[in-house]
């Protein structure tokens, strides 16, 4: 059998364009995407509260000012950017605590899976996509920083 006849007869594992895994930039259908975003904001601010509290042994007072720098930052990496670390502290301490806050933030997006009906018995878990994280983000500098 000559090189190009074996190639011939080699059956790709996949079909083409089958192993793609979805592009995150499509628009992932959310049923009620108010409600999400209401419901992954809630989650947010628990983390930020948890930090806020682990800040004032430091003597940090963590508020809607040091929130709305992580906040920008969060959205500066969800655009690609580098986002970390968080411009605006006040000091090596301050910095730290907010550094620490967008560091656990950061992983929110992949924490928080988004189920997709692929049949009758079987479902596709996909982790938020970044114009959705956006949106959460945006609720919540609206909701804690004003």
Known sequence: M??????????PLFEMGSELPQNPEVEQDI?????????VTKRLASI???HKDAALPLKINLGGE?????????????RGGEGSP????????????LNRLFDELVEEPSN???TTKTGPDTMRYDAM???FWIECL????DTFCS
Do not use: W
Not at 66 to 78: E, G, K, N, T
Not at 88 to 96: A, K
């Open 2 to 11: 000559t090189p190009e006849e074996h190639i011939r007869t080699v059956r």
């Open 112 to 114: 928080i899976l988004f």
């Open 31 to 39: 049923q009620d995407r108010k409600g999400e975003a209401k419901r």
């Open 129 to 131: 996509n970044a114009a």
């Open 66 to 78: 040091d929130l709305q720098l992580v906040i920008s930052a969060l959205r500066d990496h969800a």
């Open 48 to 50: 930020f509260e948890e």
């Open 86 to 97: 968080v411009p605006g502290s006040r000091d090596e301490i301050h910095g730290y605590c």
């Open 138 to 141: 945006d609720l919540m500098e």
